[in-house]
């Protein structure tokens, strides 16, 4: 059983980098696909990046000059980093798990508001 | 690139049964059989019902099936529950190589 927690500040300033970790438990970073998706309130998901076992990322293309999905497998966890951010970034952040061509599992999701 | 299309809501009464579609393009629905259908329930995380098209995983009810015809995927709930109200999103693998969500439909059951 794959378990997944996401980490980091809930409250970032306009103009600085967002920054979450994912930690993860039940299965070994370097053997699988892992991705962030975000969702602002009342709104609909919205996927961001993915790093797969080779350490080659992929980003959506909206967001791509602002966002990098890292790993650290001593740590067993995966990042992720958001620059520039303003109050449109604000939304609940899940890390996951990709598989079988899509999201399989989902942490809890963590809030981060934007704002000064 | 662009989201899926979903409708915003559907709904049905308990015991009938809805289908919700989810129209890409032939980059990301129509490209690969790598269409996922989600549920979220308000406050929680979502929950992967249907992967590759078709496939439930273990412990999702057989009331719930996915089907695709071109770059249209849909989902299907027959004998409706309440507990299946919620929020429903497809996605799909692109040729990019990336993941694409639909805007999520709202089901209500009545």
């Known amino acids: 059983q794959v378990q997944l927690q996401e980490s980091g500040p809930g409250l970032v300033k306009p103009s600085e980098t967002l920054s979450l970790t994912c930690s993860v438990s039940?299965?070994?970073?370097?053997?699988?696909?892992w991705s962030w998706v975000r969702q602002p309130a009342g709104m609909g998901l919205e996927w961001l990046g993915r790093?797969?076992?080779?350490?080659?990322?992929n980003y959506n293309p909206s967001l791509k000059s602002r966002v990098t999905v890292s790993r650290d497998t001593s740590k067993n966890h995966f990042s992720l980093t958001l620059s520039s951010v303003t109050a449109a970034d604000t939304a609940v952040y899940y890390c996951?798990?990709?598989?079988?061509?899509?999201?399989?599992?989902w942490g809890q999701g963590t809030l981060v508001t934007v704002s000064s | 690139q662009s989201a899926l299309t979903q409708p915003a809501s559907v709904s049905g009464s308990p015991g009938q049964s809805i289908t919700i579609s989810c129209t890409g393009t032939?980059?990301?629905?129509?490209?690969?059989?790598?269409v996922s259908w989600y549920q979220q329930h308000p406050g929680k995380a979502p929950k992967r019902t249907i992967y590759?098209?078709?496939n439930r995983p273990s412990g999702v009810s057989y009331r719930l099936s996915g089907s695709k015809s071109g770059n249209t995927a849909s989902l299907t709930i027959s004998g409706l529950q309440a507990e299946d109200e919620a929020d429903y999103y497809c996605?799909?693998?692109?040729?990019?190589?990336?993941?694409?969500f639909g805007g999520g439909t709202k089901l209500t059951v009545l």
């Open positions: 590759e098209v078709s």
């Open positions: 996605s799909s693998y692109t040729t990019s190589s990336t993941l694409v």
């Open positions: 032939n980059s990301d629905v129509g490209a690969y059989n790598f």
């Open positions: 039940g299965a070994s970073i370097s053997d699988y696909f």
């Open positions: 996951a798990r990709w598989d079988q061509g899509g999201i399989k599992d």
């Open positions: 790093i797969i076992p080779s350490g080659s990322t």
